[in-house]
């Protein structure tokens, strides 16, 4: 089966960096994406990693790497507004366009 | 402006009565899917659809039913055989190609009493 981990709560203080890690058993996927979602909002995106390393869109980055089977997104220069849940999401990499979600993180950030 | 419509936000009904929910995307997209969220918890998926007139079971199907009649449209219906039909669902779409970046609806929120 398909399985996405990712730690159900970190807390932080704004302005520090927050690691949210996302390990994942599945086989065959074209890559690790996340998602931001605020108390009852939708998910938005915010990243995508196709390639292993690094990817960085201003204060968020994301990594994957496929051979530890793991990816986190890293958050810098917290704000109050970071406060959300964040989600981890993989496609699988067969015609039928499965998209499965990890268990989500609360990240909960602190004056 | 293009975007996924969800209706009704908000949405109660009574024990074994079956409800369908709106999924409407002006997006072209071609693959649409259905999640249930219960409070704190993560999205799980109940249908998936890549196509007009096909659709697969995700991981909690039962209960449920959809179809795909149009590219733009994939409603849900919870069946009185859902045993705990109260959560928050969300539908989203992508469009076919590697990047998963997927756009949801607002969500309806049910209620079953």
């Known amino acids: 089966g398909q399985s996405l981990e990712q730690p159900s709560e970190v807390t932080a203080v704004e302005g520090a960096i927050v690691q949210i890690n996302c390990t994942y058993q599945?086989?065959?996927?074209?890559?690790l994406s996340w998602y931001q979602q605020h108390d009852g909002g939708a998910p938005t995106f915010l990243s995508y990693n196709g390639l292993d390393g690094l990817e960085e869109t201003g204060r968020f980055s994301s990594f994957l790497s496929r051979s530890d089977s793991y990816g986190y997104l890293l958050l810098q220069e917290l704000q109050m507004k970071d406060s959300a849940s964040y989600f981890c999401?993989?496609?699988?990499?067969?015609?039928?366009?499965?998209?499965?979600f990890g268990s989500g993180t609360r990240l909960l950030v602190r004056p | 402006d293009g975007g996924i419509t969800q209706s009704p936000k908000y949405l109660f009904r009574k024990e074994g009565q079956n409800v369908t929910l709106s999924c409407e995307q002006n997006l072209n997209h071609d693959a649409m899917y259905w999640y249930r969220q219960d409070p704190g918890q993560g999205l799980r998926l109940i249908y998936y659809?890549?196509?007009?007139?096909?659709?697969q079971k995700g991981d909690i199907a039962e209960g449920y039913s959809v179809s795909r009649e149009k590219k733009e449209s994939f409603p849900l219906t919870v069946t009185s055989a859902q045993k705990n039909p109260t959560a928050f669902y969300l539908c989203a779409s992508i469009q076919t190609g590697q990047n998963t970046e997927a756009f949801f609806g607002q969500g309806t929120r049910l209620t079953v009493v």
């Open positions: 659809s890549q196509i007009v007139n096909d659709f």
């Open positions: 599945t086989s065959g996927f074209y890559g």
């Open positions: 999401a993989v496609r699988n990499m067969d015609s039928s366009y499965k998209l499965i």
